[in-house]
C-alpha cells in the first residue's frame, strides 16, 4: 500500500513524516525535503547526504520560479533506488507531475509520500492501492499516530 500524506502548505506534513521515519522499526530509503532561505534541500534517507535540488539562483534549468540542478535530480534518482523495506518521499509536486522526475517508477507498495494538496488527485489516478491522511490545524498532533499504526500493521 502507498500511504499518501497532503494538506496545505505548513500544516506540518514533513514533520510528521519525520516523526513516523524516527518511529518505524523498518530500513527506511528516499528523501525528504526542506525549505532553505532561497529554494529547497533534499536529503537522501540512507546516506543522510544533502543537496540543493531547487534555488532562486541560477543553479540549471527554470520551472515554475525555481532553478532545479539536474545534479541533484540524479541525486534523487540515486536515492529512490536504494535498497529498504519503505520507500519515502518528500513531496510530489509539479515537477515530478511534468516528467522532469519520473517518481512513478520507483513507486512500490510499500511506500509513504507527501503530495501537494492541488495535485492530489491527478497523482492517486496514477497510482494504486492507497490510503489518503490528510493534515489539518485540527488533527496535526494527532495524525501521525494514525499513519504509524497503519504502517507498522501493513508493512
Known amino acids: 500500500m502507498i500511504i499518501v500524506i497532503t494538506g496545505a502548505i505548513h500544516m506540518g506534513k514533513t514533520t510528521i513524516l519525520k516523526k513516523l521515519i524516527t518511529n518505524l522499526k523498518k530500513?527506511?530509503?528516499?528523501?525528504?525535503?526542506?525549505?532553505?532561505?532561497d529554494g529547497f534541500l533534499v536529503e537522501d534517507l540512507k546516506t543522510k547526504e544533502k543537496k540543493v535540488l531547487a534555488s532562486k539562483n541560477k543553479i540549471?534549468?527554470?520551472?515554475?520560479?525555481?532553478?532545479?540542478?539536474?545534479?541533484?535530480?540524479?541525486?534523487?534518482?540515486?536515492?529512490?533506488?536504494?535498497?529498504?523495506?519503505?520507500?519515502?518521499?518528500?513531496?510530489i509536486g509539479y515537477l515530478e507531475m511534468k516528467g522532469f522526475l519520473d517518481i512513478f517508477r520507483y513507486l512500490k507498495k510499500n511506500?509513504?509520500?507527501?503530495?501537494?494538496?492541488?495535485i492530489l488527485q491527478d497523482i492517486l489516478k496514477k497510482i494504486e492501492d492507497y490510503r489518503v491522511f490528510t493534515v489539518t490545524k485540527e488533527n496535526r498532533d494527532v495524525i501521525g499516530d494514525d499513519i504509524l499504526a497503519l504502517c507498522n500493521n501493513i508493512f
Not at 530500513?27 to 525535503?33: A, F, L, M, Y
Not at 515554475?64 to 529498504?84: C, H, M, Q, S
Not at 511506500?111 to 492541488?118: F, G, K, M, Q
Request: proline share 2%; with cysteine; aromatic share 14%.
Open 60 to 91: 540549471g534549468f527554470k520551472f515554475r520560479g525555481y532553478y532545479f540542478d539536474p545534479e541533484a535530480i540524479t541525486f534523487v534518482e540515486n536515492a529512490l533506488k536504494r535498497k529498504g523495506e519503505i520507500l519515502v518521499y518528500d513531496e
Open 27 to 37: 530500513k527506511i530509503c528516499g528523501v525528504i525535503s526542506e525549505a532553505i532561505e
Open 111 to 118: 511506500s509513504v509520500v507527501i503530495v501537494r494538496e492541488d
